[in-house]
Structures are given as structure tokens and as C-alpha cells.
């Protein structure tokens, strides 16, 4: 099976504080509205969206991390009643704003639901990302006008509240259990520094002194972390490339460039595990384990983006379940599929296929993709046989892809394959390839397969 092992590093869109009011004379605050707002949406817009989502280009036209545009004219008919991207909160019905109901708006729960209480599936990382909440009245200010009807025109929810600098309370961060039955390897914390992406790897000793099989990997880390993958390192890895264990090593120095002492390992990675959600817990259909042979070593790779004013912390752990040899009918294999012949001409958009044949029969348990922000729908199919050009796969979420497991696995005969359908939104201004930056894209199916 063809295994390209090109890393994927994307940024992800960054929500910062709102700014609050001020008292004057120590009597009740006075709104700081802008002169031009007069309903309770224009003054979302204007104190929320401008100040915490367009000013940092991150919802801002041409933004290079979402499509959600925040600024300007017709930001209403983009929320409400809008289908969002994330297929988690699709699935369960939401839209970006339903009228009236905010626990069914993506956008409320996306503000709460790193608080403490906030109950919610994950959909994809709180809102503001990397930065404190916004503060309770404010909050209060955005549930209202939900609850009032979402209107574009009424005037209908106290300004003050926008003034409000109450510190709701966050949910502390509560690392996993070590597993029962197998190890955990983890990411100890570490600083993200103020305005700064901070992206590391810690080669790490699994600790099993014989050969295991893994059947679930369960993974969590802090908010505000982008993504968290396992790797391996290729049979042919050189000896001077192998990194030592216990080292830290960053990919970008601290004046911003990139460290590419620290970034050639990167070359001979083999994907063994990876989620872009603050928590996840995947596991191989009965009899299907990955074999960790003994004295194995991880290579634990983070990535943090703090557009805050203030130092915030990252970590991450993986549990890696056991079971016993004698329950594994069958040995899963990792699934690596990179093109990267991507060229999104500038100024429109764009839909690129690769197709991957298999040389063998291959038994497909697990699919997820990789896009960097263009990326706006990635689609898998199958490539030949009777289900030729069947869609197995659909995300429209760059930055929170599903990863599914299939218990009853995708059979491909000798020849068949996978074909990667990804459509990219244009950069209005500049040919756009493939790369690690945020300005660059990419197309990577990652997977499992026996």
C-alpha cells in the first residue's frame, strides 16, 4: 500500500475577547455601542464580530481560515437558519443560528462550550479560541437575542450587557486516566506564548517491554490546540534522523522561522493515531488491533495558535488499550494517502481528485481527511469495481473532520481504490499550492485498513 508521509499543519481560526465598557462616576455603565448600531444584531456585529472575529483577519473577507464572514454587509443571512460546516453539530441538527433557540445554534454553543456546566458534543474548538470566554454578560447578550427570535431589526436586548466584565467560570482541564489495560503516552504542558503558533514533537517511550496490540485509542488535550497525532518512524529511518527520546523539539524558532534541524524527521513519519478534537475514543472492530512491537517509540506531535494577549497552556495524553494477542483475528495497518500535486488557480474555486489504487485486497475499517482553511468539501469514493464512484466519506468541516470507523469493513479488490475529491474556495489574490502554512492546502486521507 502507497504510504505518503507528508506532515499536515494548518491554522485554525481564532476568536478573541471582546472588550468591555467602562463606568463613569462609578454609576451604571455607559453601552460603548458604535453610533452607527441601533438593534440588538448590529450591536453583536458591531462590539463582537468586528472587534473579536474580522479585526485579526480571522472571519474577515479573504480570510485563509474559515468562510465565515463576520464583517461587512449580510452577516445575518450567513448565521441564521445557516447549515454549518461541522458535521458533528449537522448530525445533530444544529444550524449556525436557529431563532429562538439557541441550544439548537451552533454559535452558542461554540461560545460555551469549554465552560464549566456546558454540556455538548464536541464541535470543534471553543469559541474564544485560545483566549478567556467572553464575559458572562455578554454571553447573556448573545443568548437573548437568540431567544428573542434572532431578529435583524429589533431592538430588543439591553446594550448594557455588552459592558459586562464578569469572568464566567471555565471548565478545568481533567487529563485522561491511564488505561486499565495497556499505556499512556503524554504531551507534559507546556507554554504557548502570547501572538505566537507553537507546534512541537516529544519522541516518546510507549514503555511495553513485549509485543502488544492496540484495539482503542482514546486521546484528549487542551482547548485551543489545533491538532494531536501519534507517529512512527518508517523502517528506513536513518539512525542520525531518529530523534532522541525525551527531547522536545519545536518547528519554529522564536523569532517565527522555521527550524529545519527539528523538521526533518517529519520526512520519515508513519501515521499511527491523530484527532483534531479535544477528546476522542476510537475503536477497531472486534479482532482488529495495530501491533506495537516491543521498545516502540511515539513521536508526539501538538500544535498551539495563541493570538491572545496572554501565555496559554497546552497538553495532551493517548491511551493505547491492550488486548490480548489471542483475541486479534487480524493485524490493521495504518492508511497515509497525500496528493500533492494541488494548484487552486487565483480567484476561482477549485475541485482537485487523486486517485489511490491498491495493489492487494484491502479491508477498509477507518477513513478521515486532512485540508488545510480553502478547503470547503472533502469527498471520498471508491475507484473501480461494482461500487465505482460510491461516496464512503463527505466532511465539510477543515478544521474538525470526523474520523469514521466502518465495523463492517470496505472491501477493495486488487486494482481498486480511493479517489480524494477535495474543493478548494480560491485565494482572490494569488495561486494557491501545497504546503504546511496556512496559506498553502493540502489533500491527505489518513485511515486504518488490514
Known amino acids: 500500500m502507497t504510504r505518503n508521509r507528508v506532515r499536515a499543519v494548518a491554522l485554525v481560526a481564532v476568536f478573541v475577547a471582546a472588550c468591555g465598557g467602562s463606568d463613569k462616576n462609578g454609576s451604571t455603565p455607559v453601552p460603548t455601542v458604535s453610533l452607527g448600531a441601533s438593534t440588538s444584531f448590529q450591536r453583536i456585529q458591531s462590539e463582537l464580530f468586528e472587534k473579536s472575529c474580522a479585526f485579526n483577519s480571522c472571519h474577515a473577507p479573504g480570510s485563509t481560515t474559515t468562510s465565515l464572514v463576520l464583517s461587512g454587509t449580510g452577516v445575518h443571512a450567513r448565521l441564521v437558519n445557516v447549515l454549518p460546516a461541522n458535521s ?13 433557540k439557541p441550544d439548537s445554534s451552533l454559535l452558542w454553543h461554540k461560545l460555551n462550550q469549554w465552560l464549566a456546566g456546558h454540556h455538548a458534543h464536541d464541535y470543534g474548538g471553543a469559541m474564544p479560541q485560545a483566549a478567556p470566554s467572553l464575559s458572562v454578560e455578554q454571553l447573556n447578550f448573545v443568548r437573548q437575542w437568540i431567544e428573542n427570535g434572532a431578529s435583524p431589526t429589533a431592538d430588543d436586548v439591553d446594550p448594557v450587557l455588552l459592558t459586562g466584565k464578569t469572568r464566567p467560570e471555565t471548565a478545568p482541564y481533567t487529563p485522561l486516566a491511564p488505561p486499565t489495560a495497556g499505556f499512556q503516552v503524554k504531551l507534559s504542558s507546556f507554554a504557548v506564548r502570547s501572538s505566537f503558533e507553537r507546534e512541537l514533537f516529544d519522541y516518546k517511550p510507549v514503555g511495553n517491554t513485549s509485543d502488544v496490540w492496540v484495539n482503542r485509542i482514546q486521546t484528549q488535550m487542551r482547548s485551543g490546540s489545533h491538532h494531536f497525532v501519534l507517529y512512527t518512524f518508517a523502517p528506513n529511518t536513518p539512525a542520525v534522523i531518529l530523534p532522541s527520546l525525551g527531547s522536545v523539539r519545536d518547528i519554529r524558532n522564536t523569532d517565527g522561522t522555521y527550524n529545519l534541524l527539528n523538521m526533518a524527521p517529519m520526512e520519515y513519519h508513519v501515521f499511527f493515531a491523530g484527532t483534531q478534537a479535544t477528546s476522542s475514543d476510537f475503536r477497531f472492530p472486534a479482532g482488529v488491533a495495530l501491533k506495537i512491537p516491543a521498545g516502540q517509540a511515539i513521536d508526539l506531535n501538538s500544535h498551539y495558535v495563541n493570538a491572545s494577549a496572554q501565555d496559554v497552556t497546552g497538553e495532551a495524553e493517548a491511551n493505547l488499550w491492550t488486548v490480548p494477542a ?3 483475528t487480524q493485524a490493521a ?10 494548484t487552486i488557480p487565483k480567484g476561482r474555486d477549485t475541485t482537485i481528485t487523486k486517485t489511490f489504487r491498491f495493489s492487494t485486497l484491502t479491508r477498509i475499517v477507518a477513513l478521515t481527511s486532512h485540508m ?17 464512484g460510491e461516496i464512503i466519506f463527505t466532511n465539510t468541516s477543515w478544521d474538525h473532520p470526523p474520523f469514521i470507523g466502518f465495523d463492517v469493513p470496505i472491501v477493495l479488490q486488487p486494482g481498486e481504490g480511493l479517489t480524494s475529491e477535495v474543493t478548494y474556495r480560491a485565494d482572490p489574490n494569488k495561486i494557491v499550492k501545497f504546503g504546511l502554512t496556512s496559506d498553502d492546502e493540502m489533500d491527505i486521507i489518513f485511515g486504518y485498513w488490514y
Open 326 to 328: 489471542s483475541q486479534v
Open 88 to 100: 458533528t453539530a449537522r448530525g445533530d441538527g444544529l444550524k449556525l443560528v436557529v431563532a429562538g
Open 372 to 388: 488545510h482553511a480553502r478547503g470547503q468539501k472533502f469527498v471520498i469514493r471508491i475507484a473501480g469495481g461494482a461500487r465505482n
Open 333 to 342: 495497518s495504518s492508511l497515509n494517502l497525500a496528493n500533492s500535486d494541488i
